[in-house]
């Protein structure tokens, strides 16, 4: 039944409407998802990512940003609904096909530490070789420029030959960029991008990300970051959608008080809004 308190607070007008010859980059038509035998995680979520849109994940701990990101990189599988990639549907494609389409930038990072950044960075292209599930014979020769080039826009080539493992959690996440940059995707999807980035590298990382021309969903804590950086804001609360729509009405007052039980107070008289939290 239709609950009103769960209706969004910000419905998506604004959405440039999508046209038939255009598929929307990713959308969601009535997914829900559930871990084995857990309880429902996600509900009944729908809605559409155009090409080229820059969308923010914001919500509390445990609201389902993660799970979203992996339904939408096909990790999850939803269990009722569907997901698209570009107008089709992500578990009609091989994954190696949606993975030319769409590069991933998780929380939890490579664990081969062994392997060098420019390794790693390297793995990017494995998407694009014949009979990559067969297995991996080293990095193309013809990929080097490519790779080296992914490499110098994250800031990291003087640590291209250096381990993994031995890099600090800001030069890693970097180097996953780097990484998901030499997929040379279509859509990329972030979660939690700035974690263990400085601000410098944070600021970087998001004019980065902004000027690929891709499209780019990330899940946000920092609601400043993420009203600077996103054309559209999806605010989750237990699961469903609160609030979809660009930063000043999706991230409004008393969005922000549902989504995550606080007062919550935004200043807008200067460039970028202000936020300010009490209990
Ligand atoms: N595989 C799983 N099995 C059981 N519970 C799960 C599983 N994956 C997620 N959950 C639960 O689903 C809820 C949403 O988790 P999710 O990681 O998507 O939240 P989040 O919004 O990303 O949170 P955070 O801000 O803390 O990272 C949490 O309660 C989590 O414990």
Redesign the pocket.
């Known amino acids: 039944m239709d609950d009103p308190s769960r209706r969004p607070l910000a419905a998506p007008d604004f959405v440039t409407p999508l046209s038939a010859a255009i598929p929307a980059a990713v959308q969601l038509s009535g997914v829900s998802w ?3 035998r ?2 429902r ?2 509900s009944d979520l729908s809605f559409a990512v155009p090409q080229g849109q820059i969308v923010a ?1 914001c ?12 339904l939408i990189y096909r990790h ?1 599988a939803p269990q009722q609904g569907t997901v698209r990639l570009l107008g089709r549907d992500l578990w009609q494609m091989v994954a190696a096909e949606a993975a030319r389409q769409m590069a991933a930038v998780l ?1 939890e990072q490579p664990t081969d530490f062994a392997l060098t950044a420019r390794q790693i960075v390297a793995l990017g292209r494995l998407p694009h070789r014949r009979g990559w599930a067969a297995g991996w014979a080293g990095p193309d020769p013809g990929d080097a420029p490519l790779i080296a080039a992914a490499l110098e826009r994250m800031d990291v080539t003087p640590l291209a030959d250096r381990a993994f493992g031995s890099l600090s959690g800001g030069e890693r996440q970097r180097v996953a960029v780097a990484r998901a940059l030499a997929q040379e995707p279509r859509v990329i999807v972030l ?2 991008p700035t974690n263990h980035l400085d601000i410098r590298h944070q600021l970087e990382l998001l004019a980065l990300l902004r000027g690929l021309g891709l499209t780019v969903i990330a ?1 946000l ?1 920092d609601l400043t970051l993420a009203a600077r950086f996103a054309d559209r804001i999806l605010v ?1 609360s237990e ?1 469903r959608i609160l609030a979809d729509g660009p930063p000043d009405r999706a991230l409004s007052e008393s969005v922000l008080a549902r989504a995550f039980r606080v007062g919550a107070r935004i200043d807008r008289s200067g460039s970028a809004p202000r936020f300010s939290f009490h209990l």
Do not use: C, M, V, Y
């Open positions: 559930a871990p084995p857990g309880p995680i996600l994940i919500g509390a701990n445990g609201a389902g940003k993660t799970s979203l990101l992996r999850h929380q979660d939690e899940t804590h989750l699961g």
